[in-house]
């Protein structure tokens, strides 16, 4: 039989997407359904004096108006991340604000109607009574003295105040430094922007008190668990969460938001089901942000370029309330990672968690990651512009070493984690040689005699995949309130046809083709054979979730290790109906056989049937081949790169082109080439949105300004060129195959090497940083300052 691990195969969830017959949530009709519209908040900061719903109430065709206090008897959303001996200052939202709003686009009263225009009409007609509040959302203003005060319970505005590393360590490091480099840096805050946006529809059965939920969710058991448990105060089993198609999620859709137990209980109070759906505008303002950092970087080096130290301070934006695992991203996923690729003898950085009058901030694409690896490889580059050194032998020179991994990054900062493997030089050589950097180098001296800015900029990541293990993410460690372990059931059926059931929860990446290749592979059937079911929480086993480029690195495990067991019990089957010893039954593409009597086989699918019949199995074995296995992983895998990206910037408009840009990537072993090229490729355009067009601005009062699609600039196909990847192997120990993760690569490494580009381009005109986005008017700017 063809291997099939490694093998390019065609998706198998494509047709339906292509087709048209795929079911997104606001394709669901439910028999006497209700619809919900929901009033949000004009204002950034307020308190609402009272709301008047009567003439909405008196509209035709309006079923029911409520407010905040219609709701009282549900607990706020939960906010899952508390950190050991961190005093975090949690404030969530309520599903409709009863009595102040901290950001525009909060929920303060919503109406069930027989359609959706007539309850947008009858938001029209809802009367609120406001009290303006002084309003702030710039982070690091927001904990100065005089500064609005949000939340009485988070003095400052400060959610809470988090560090890593050896701070006196740093100090000295800079004290004995022969080059040091200070500078500020901006990551600015995103909207995630996925094709479909989030919605919710619910029906209540009154006669078994039971609850179904279908939600645009990259994480269903979560929601089911989080809305049970936290908000309504009842048993897991009186929900079921369905999560159908969904169209992108970028870990916006990872979190529990208050329109989904409000739509819940909109549905147990009028006796129907009810559905609510996204707008682009409520997505916009309502759904969470990414990014949003304000950080100081210094950087002390030697005259050689080698890094001595690096020490961070960061004011993350949180928004006006916490979303689910807003603390974390800026915590754990960011200052953890700030070693990189690279051997920083003494690291320390703090963090700033702030409360401000904008929308919540949780995690985004690579969460974390990208503003680590940002903040890192704009260090290179410094370094390197420092010390006369070209930016790539800054980078070698401060790799780590193939022969140092496992390896745990300075001062402690990755908390008792180490990275798994690596071998980093490889991967930047081959990226050099792809995108022809010495020619470049070359062209680009030639091109600045005449006027021409021709720039190149590089970027070696490394991210953290696959997190848990549940010991060191959960409490009282991390502060993440959860383990992260994946679980999957497989069942081989009489006819010998496989099926799958996981945790893990496709919303575009390919599960249903990548794990039903592993299956194919592992138990010599065809992938054709292969179902894999997911995203309902009844029928499939607990899951944490897809996000953090986790499916395959921890749920595809769990699929491969309850194949194994699979196999095990096949052998004992095959052993007894061979009448061998089962040490001497041999398992080989689909059949099993006594050790050189391949002609006497019995097929898996013969195995399968002698299971499920039952007339003849070995003392104390039960029917079926059935097995459900769930996966802690001992570590996180550590995935990495470098990325090359050339640009040209018009000397008149400051306009940038991206001329090429090459990928090589080393995400351990790869199950289908073809999805992870489409990850990282689809990534890459993401970061260089990141880079040179998108930017979420709220004005003085906290409105904000990009609030449609015609004012947040997303990148079109013609930003870019065609990309080249390519990729290096280092499997991962951690898993026994050996891969690490690929979904977010491409949007860590591509932001920092447009940047770096688009400097290195203006750099004989004495320009060394420019915040992103990198728009025409900014670039232009910096070019005239100096």
Sequence with gaps: MAKVIGQAIKRKEDPRLITGEAKFLDDIQLPNMAHVAILRSPYAHARIKHIDTSKAAALPGVIGVFTGKDFMDLNPMPCAWQAGGVKNNVNTPRVLEPEKVTFTGAGVACVVAESRYIAEDALALIEVDWEPLPVVVDAKKATEPGAPQIHENAPNNIVMEWECGDAAAVEKAFAEAEVVIKQPLINQRLIPTPMETRGCAAMYLPYTDEYTVWITSQAPHVHRLLMTAFVFGIPET???????????????????????????????????????????????????????????????????????????????NLGGTLSTIAPGIPTTLYGRLLSGAYHIPHIYCKVWGVYTNTGMVDAYRGAGRPEATYVVERAMDLVARETGLDPAEVRRRNFIRPEEFPYAPADNILAGLKYDSGNYEPALNRALELAGYDEFRKQQAEARKQG???????????????????????LPGQGWGAGLWESANVRVHLTGKVVVTTGSQNHGQGHETTVAQVVAEELGVSVDDVIVQHSDTLG????????????????????????????????KLAAHLLEAAEEDIVYEDGKLFVKGSPDKAKTIQEIAAAAAIGYSLPKGMEPFLDDTAYYDPPNCTFPFGTHVCMVEVDPETGAVQILKYV????????????????????????????????????????????????????????????IIQDRTVTPTPVNPLGIKGAGEAGTIASTPAVVNAVVDALSHLGVKHIDMPLTPQRVWAAMQRN
């Design 663 to 722: 990928a090589v990537d080393d995400v351990g072993n790869v199950i289908n080439p073809m999805i992870v090229d489409g990850q990282i490729h689809g990534g890459i355009v993401q970061g260089v949105g990141q880079a040179l067009t998108e930017g979420a601005i709220y004005d003085e009062n906290g409105q904000l300004l990009t609030g449609t699609m015609t004012e947040y600039a997303i990148p079109k196909a013609s930003l870019m060129p065609k």
């Design 540 to 571: 499939t086993p607990f899951g944490y979730g897809t996000y953090g480029s986790r499916s395959a690195a921890v749920g595809t495990v769990a699929v491969y290790n309850s194949l194994q067991r699979i196999k095990e019990k096949a052998r």
């Design 238 to 316: 009186k929900m079921r969460v369905i999560s159908p198609q969904v169209g992108g999620g970028f870990g916006a859709k990872i979190f529990l938001y208050p329109e989904y137990p409000l739509v819940a209980a909109l549905a147990k109070k009028i006796g129907r089901p009810v559905k609510w759906q996204e707008t682009r505008s409520e997505n916009y303002r309502a759904t969470t942000h990414g990014r949003d950092h304000i950080t100081e970087l210094e950087v002390a080096a030697k005259k050689d370029g080698t890094v001595t130290a690096l020490r961070v301070h960061t004011y993350a």
């Design 452 to 474: 021409r800015l021709l720039g190149v900029g590089l970027s070696s990541y490394i991210e953290i995949c696959g997190v848990a293990p549940s010991a060191w993410i959960g």
